[in-house]
C-alpha cells in the first residue's frame, strides 16, 4: 500500500491550492487519513483529519475557517482544498492512513505516510 501526495507548488498570499493524496490499497474504506506540514527547522504538524466514513472532520486552529479535508471513495483519494493561503503555511504537506475508528493529531499514531508535496506561498 502506498499514498502519493500531490497538488503543491508555489502560488502568492491570498491564492488556493488543493492538494490529493491517492491510496493504491484496498484498505482506503477503512483507513482515517490526515495531512500534517512540517515547515523547515520546525517539527512535523497536524492540520487536517477524517474519518474512514468521511463524518468526523477536524483542523489544527492555524487553518480552521481557511482549509477543508474530504475524500472520495470512488477514487481512493483524500483531499486538502486550502483557501486564502498564508506565507505560514508553507511547508511540505504529508498525507497519512491509520486504522481503528478515528484520525489522530499525533504523527506517531500513523503507519503509512506519503512522500511529502511542497507548498510554498510568497508574500
Same mark, same amino acid.
Given at each position: @500500500?502506498? !499514498?502519493? /501526495?500531490?497538488?503543491?507548488?508555489? +502560488?502568492?498570499?491570498g491564492? =488556493?491550492? %488543493?492538494?490529493?493524496?491517492?491510496?493504491?490499497?484496498?484498505?482506503? =474504506?477503512?483507513?482515517?487519513?490526515?495531512?500534517? %506540514?512540517?515547515?523547515?527547522?520546525?517539527e %512535523?504538524?497536524? +492540520?487536517?483529519g477524517?474519518?474512514?466514513?468521511?463524518?468526523?472532520?477536524? *483542523? /489544527?486552529?492555524?487553518?480552521?475557517?481557511r482549509?477543508?479535508i474530504? %475524500?472520495?471513495?470512488?477514487?481512493?483519494?483524500v *483531499? !486538502?482544498?486550502?483557501?486564502s !493561503?498564508?506565507?505560514?503555511d508553507? /511547508?511540505?504537506? *504529508?498525507?497519512? /492512513?491509520?486504522?481503528?475508528y478515528?484520525?489522530?493529531? =499525533?504523527?506517531?499514531? *500513523? +503507519?503509512?505516510?506519503?512522500?511529502?508535496?511542497?507548498?510554498? @506561498?510568497?508574500?
Amino acid at each position: @500500500v502506498q !499514498l502519493q /501526495a500531490s497538488g503543491g507548488g508555489l +502560488v502568492q498570499a491570498g491564492d =488556493s491550492l %488543493r492538494l490529493s493524496c491517492a491510496h493504491s490499497g484496498s484498505t482506503f =474504506s477503512n483507513d482515517n487519513m490526515a495531512w500534517f %506540514r512540517q515547515a523547515p527547522g520546525k517539527e %512535523r504538524e497536524f +492540520v487536517a483529519g477524517i474519518t474512514w466514513s468521511g463524518v468526523g472532520k477536524g *483542523y /489544527a486552529d492555524s487553518v480552521k475557517g481557511r482549509f477543508t479535508i474530504s %475524500r472520495d471513495s470512488a477514487k481512493n483519494t483524500v *483531499y !486538502l482544498q486550502m483557501n486564502s !493561503l498564508k506565507p505560514e503555511d508553507t /511547508a511540505v504537506y *504529508y498525507c497519512a /492512513a491509520k486504522g481503528g475508528y478515528d484520525y489522530s493529531a =499525533s504523527a506517531n499514531q *500513523y +503507519v503509512l505516510w506519503g512522500q511529502g508535496t511542497l507548498v510554498t @506561498v510568497s508574500s
